[in-house]
């Protein structure tokens, strides 16, 4: 980070950076949109929109929620062709997937890419004129910035607030599921941000090691989420002050994050299959029973799907995961 920089803009600039380093190496790509698919762009723009997200109830909400907007719809493109390319990867390992659904599949992905490089030249994200990035610091330089101590307390405030907010959308009484996007995908992400929020932060946050969890925690505290690189937080040492979070709360967020997404997409793998049968047959009759029916012999119903999460998710606010992650 710039040590001369003010802390929250620092956190912006140390991604822009990295943005910056690999849009160079995409420019000269032949296919730019795969090459910035292929070097994960979508995890440095995954920080920078949750920066934004965070400093524009900080700093200048007007400026930041259009910078918030710039990175969301890069994000987007590239997680348009992943979920192409996710199960095209995937269905190339199955022989009950017609080769005709996996062109298909692998049609889509290429029309996504295109629609990504038409969007990095309309941006000047690549190019001769490229200014993409220097634009966004333009603007970041002439916003006002926290000390380090009031920008950490700025952003505890915000960070609670957001707990609250989850909470009060989800702990209620009889919880329904009725859509895989509208709500799994969707509690995800709002559960995610709340993960994300301290990978951006750039060592701000930290987990606080604690003595033995309570016994009702312990189902999440499986070893491959306690061992998980993205519960360790970036090094915060060159700061004077953290936000303390509770490790083992912290780590159950991890464990619901990862279960709805495993969830997910079980749930999303019978809607491309539908999309897929539709186009390429040309015909909406039975295919979601058709899609059950490639999909193979462990795929869990849409109906399933939806009950598994309500009864995970319903299980977690009611044991107040989210209200004690903060120490």
Known sequence: MDPFAPVGKARFLFYLNKIQLILDTADSAENPAMALYQEDLRTPLFMLEGLSRLYKKIADGKKLKKLNELFKDLEDHLGAIDYYDGFHKEFLEKKTIPQEITEYIEDQRTQKADDLNDELKKKRWIGKRRNG?????TELDKMD???????????????????????????RKNLHFDNIEEDVHELRRELRWLSIYPQALCGLMQVKENAEPPAFLKKYLTPEIVHSLFNVMPDGGALQYHIMLNDHYFYALSWIIAELG???????????????LSAVYRTNEDVEQLAYSISGPNQPTIPEILARSEQIATTFFEEDILKNILT
């Open 133 to 137: 990035v220097s634009k966004i610091i």
């Open 145 to 171: 910035w926290f000390d380090e101590k009031n920008d950490m307390l700025a952003v505890q405030k915000v960070y609670r607030k957001d707990i609250k907010k989850v909470i009060k959308k989800y702990k």
């Open 262 to 276: 495993k969830l997910k997409d079980s749930g999303l793998r019978i809607e491309i299959l539908k999309e897929s």
